[in-house]
């Protein structure tokens, strides 16, 4: 099974900074790692497919990059709807499918 | 735009059996493999199962292999997750997931439904 390690636990931001949230695979996933949002409440949200991909309807301000065991996800600027618990997801070597244990981006 | 509406979730004893659905509209719901997803309280999300199209290809969890049974009503656009043997540890919320692509083996998820709450307590 691959282990996908999120860091940090939280990011403490400002409206309009820049968040760098990173991902760790365990083993290679190659280039296919996906990143998803969510809000308390809801179901978790596409952002990210295949390290760069952005989903229909994603702002461009939210990029993703890296390849083989290390991932990032970027988001350039801060909108106040950004702020959420980030998923990283890997559909490399399944099953099983493998979450990350997420990444916490709060309001500073 | 794809929509997935779970049910069937509720308290429950441990050793007892339940049946989660999920119905399924605004897409072409026999074209696409499907998946179910839980997320505990507090924690990240953890596939369950996965059930292909056409249902030849069933891949579980470890930690539920034996216990739980996915199906699929393609004609009536509906998922059925059983779950039997329920334990403490199984409570979550449990989602059904639709992969990005048709006839995929490999998986993102572009739609999910609300989630359907399962608590297992004595």
């Known amino acids: 099974e691959i282990v996908l390690t999120q860091s940090p636990a939280t990011l403490s931001l400002s409206p309009g900074e820049r968040a760098t949230l990173s991902c760790r695979a365990s083993q290679s996933v190659i280039n296919y790692l996906a990143w998803y949002q969510q809000k308390p409440g809801q179901a978790p949200r596409l952002l990210i497919y295949?390290?760069?991909n952005r989903a229909t309807g994603i702002p461009a301000r939210f990029s993703g990059s890296g390849s083989g065991t290390d991932f990032t996800l970027t988001i350039s600027s801060l909108e106040p709807e950004d702020f959420a618990v980030y998923y990283c997801q890997q559909r490399y070597v399944w099953p099983p499918l493998t979450f990350g244990g997420g990444t916490k981006v709060e309001i500073k | 735009q794809a929509q997935l509406v779970e049910s069937g979730g509720g308290v429950v004893q441990p050793g007892t059996s339940l049946r989660l659905y999920c119905a399924a509209s605004?897409?072409?719901?026999?074209?696409?493999?499907m998946h179910w997803v839980r997320q505990a309280p507090g924690k990240g999300p953890e596939w369950v199962a996965f059930l292909s199209h056409d249902g030849r290809t069933i891949y579980y969890a470890d930690a539920v292999k034996g216990r739980f049974t996915v199906s699929r009503d393609n004609s009536k656009n509906t998922l059925f997750l059983d779950m039997n043997s329920l334990r403490a540890d199984d409570t979550a919320v449990y989602y059904c997931a639709k992969p990005l692509w048709e006839y995929s083996y490999g998986e993102v998820f572009d739609y999910w439904g609300q989630g359907t709450l399962v608590t297992v307590s004595s």
């Open positions: 605004a897409f072409t719901f026999s074209s696409h493999g």
């Open positions: 295949d390290t760069s």
